[in-house]
């Protein structure tokens, strides 16, 4: 498998743009070649969820995984990109900083707000990583920050063009039928979305496409 995929900081964890390296990723890429066709799939989710390595492993990319040994913490910071390698058509993998990280605390959630709103503003797919047992919990599996990212979404741009909300389920417990995971999941989401905004509640499935998969993650 070739490995020119390019992982580079978009967007640092102070919120600053890397101008500089983007144009140096641009042209590495050669991305003024893809004309319109390309895609771009991010990933939001907790803090240490395993979302870097959900990335690595589906499009072959580089971004930085923590090492469990060394114990349990932030590894990405900011917003980082990479090309997605041995994809068609050409495919950019955004990888976000964790939410609910210890490292900003629960007073400084702007970030997290503002990089969730950007990976849904900007993806085709968005991948919403989240552990099993947060399934059926009200503050976990992600659920305020996507009020909060819907609210703003419609306010700021409206619904733009339909994308795929993609619900990643890990360490899926072995007792609960996989139908009975994703039927509570994606009752809840609609709820979720429906809640957030009439203009949403009045089609969901005008605006995204809900998928739910999961992610069996075996440690190498
Ligand atoms: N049990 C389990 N561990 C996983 C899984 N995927 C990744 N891990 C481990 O979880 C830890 C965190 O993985 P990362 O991919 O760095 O997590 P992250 O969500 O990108 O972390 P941040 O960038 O800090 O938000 C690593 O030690 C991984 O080896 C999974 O599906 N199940
Ligand atoms: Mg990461």
Not at 18 to 45: H, P, R
Not at 91 to 119: N, Y
Not at 126 to 131: R, S
């Amino acid at each position: 498998m070739e490995k020119d995929y390019c992982v580079t900081q978009l967007i640092d964890g102070r919120g600053e743009f890397n101008a500089s390296g983007i144009d140096i990723f641009t042209k590495d890429v050669n991305f003024a070649a893809c004309g319109e066709s390309y895609a771009i799939v991010a990933v939001m989710g907790p803090q240490s969820s395993g979302k870097s390595t959900l990335m690595n492993h589906l499009f072959h990319t580089d971004f930085k995984e923590m090492d469990g040994r060394a114990g349990r913490n932030q590894t990405t910071l900011g917003i980082w990109i990479a090309k997605c390698v041995g994809i068609e058509p050409f495919t950019i993998a955004v990888d976000l900083e964790g939410s609910d990280g210890r490292e900003r605390g629960s007073h400084d959630t702007a970030f997290e707000k503002q990089s969730a709103l950007f990976a849904l503003a900007i993806s085709d797919i968005l991948l919403i990583n989240m552990w099993c047992i947060e399934i059926g919990r009200e503050q976990a599996a992600n659920k305020p920050l996507l009020r909060t990212v819907f609210q703003v979404m419609m306010s700021l741009f409206g619904p733009g063009r339909k994308k795929t909300l993609l619900f990643v389920v890990r360490d899926k417990i072995p007792e609960t039928p996989l139908e009975r995971l994703e039927a509570t999941l994606l009752t809840d989401i609609n709820k979720v979305i429906t809640t957030s905004s009439t203009a949403l509640a009045s089609d969901v499935n005008f605006f995204f496409f809900l998928v739910c998969l999961y992610f069996f993650f075996e440690r190498q």
